[in-house]
């Protein structure tokens, strides 16, 4: 065997794309697996497909049901527009009397060869069908026929042993609800899969998948979100690859703005900045013009807006002479409005990548993470989280803005979680007291590639986008949101224009 060979091995399709991207390739074939899950989490509809899809590729497919009557599968493959006429059903459920018997059952006996009655059925009928897949549901009803422990295992076992001599992949199905753990089976089994819910207090519900072992497979470990669809199961597979040898666009987005340039020294391609600051403040239109910016250049743009509307952003946009509606309808522009009670942050974060590898979007504008942290039932793991799309971001090559607010309007501030150490570059936007009237300040905090401004400066926002003042060197404490003027000179931006309107 060649050291192009070693650790190969013919896979076969679950049938579930984001699935088959976390066992590199699908399940390695003609191996018994174990599908555990509690009752509602996805079981029978993984079966369905995992048959279905080869069914497709022309391969025979059997699944064996002791709980679930034929009719009731057909009814579930008919919610999923499934066509399930031509798949092999074998149903047990309509054998009564084999669950009314009091007996002991077992597949193998040690003195000689004995089968059940039951047994003896799916056996006849994998011979007479000859499938190269199996579903077998539930393991349930195989433990209410072995009645011990010890005469289940070895049930499982000879059947393990059965199958392999078939050369046939098989899914057995355990909805976990034994009074005591059945940990024997994990060892039995070539690999363990585990659906589960994730506890969430509002919002649809909300479920997890988990290779727990998967033999000879450098499988992505831990847990994915998934969602079960019209359709099948979607997962979503955690951005955690290894880093890839890629030739990434490089270079920098810069604005007209002069004033903002020299302050902040443009965008790197590969980098993500922090836009941050109260609510008003001009976070999302600082962002909007970078992401028009680069439209103007003929590089596509995606938001992901948590909070504002779409119609509100286009008329508030449009006010500011920034064409957003235009890049929208020439494809330059991508919106997409998150529904919080809806999205799973790995949904999210596979809707990102697949934009970036699909649609080839050069910048990302997450607004605002305080509404990705509002959709995620377990804070403290978005910190993490957002470590592993960054760093697909980052990989990418791909500008990434991320908006968060700060709790408060003046005063002492507050952000929601702190990620600052996550981010290239950190942009901080303040309100600030000074001659009776409430004006912004700007400052760059941090920025990893190239060279920034240290200063504080005042901005406002209007028609022609964002201006920015001479730096606030004459106040100290404007971050605190009371400055003190020592100075002889006022360094405010002149306001004689709109005092006359």
Known sequence: MTNSEFGKFDHVSTGIE???????????????????????TGKTTMGLQFLLDGEEKGEQGLYITLSESKDELIAVGRSHYWDLTKLEIFDLTISGESLRDNSKYTVFHPSEVELDETTKLILNEVERINPKRIVFDSLSEMRMLASEPLRFRRQILAMKQYF???QCTVMMLDDLTAQTAQRQLESIAHGVITLEYVPTEYGKQRHALRVVKMRGVNFQSGSHDFNIETGGLVVFP???????????????????????????????????????????????????????KAAENGERSSLYLFDEGVDTLYKRTSALGLDVKRFVAEGLMNIQQIKLAELTPGELAHRVSRDVEENGTRVVVIDSVNGYLMSTPQERFLTMQFHELLGYLNRKGIVSILV??????????????????????????????????????????????????RTIREFRIDKGGIQLGQPLSEFRGVLTGTPVFHGKNERLMDNDEERRS
């Open 18 to 40: 984001g699935l088959d991207f976390i066992l590199r390739g699908g399940l390695p074939k003609d191996r018994l697996y174990l599908l555990q899950g509690n009752p509602g």
């Open 404 to 453: 968060v607010g700060q709790y408060g309007l003046v005063g002492t501030m507050k952000a929601p979680i702190d990620m600052s150490y996550l981010a290239d570059s950190v942009v901080l936007l303040r309100y600030f007291e000074a001659e009776g009237e409430v004006r912004q300040a700007i400052s760059v905090l941090k920025k990893r590639t190239g060279k920034h401004e």
């Open 164 to 166: 392999n001599g078939r």
């Open 238 to 292: 955690r951005l955690d690859g290894p880093p890839t040898e890629e030739t990434v666009h490089t270079g920098t987005i810069r604005t007209d703005n002069h004033d903002l340039e020299e302050l902040l020294g443009g965008l790197d391609y590969g980098t993500s900045t922090i836009l941050t600051g109260p609510a008003g403040i001009g976070k999302s239109t600082l962002a909007l013009i970078y992401a028009c």
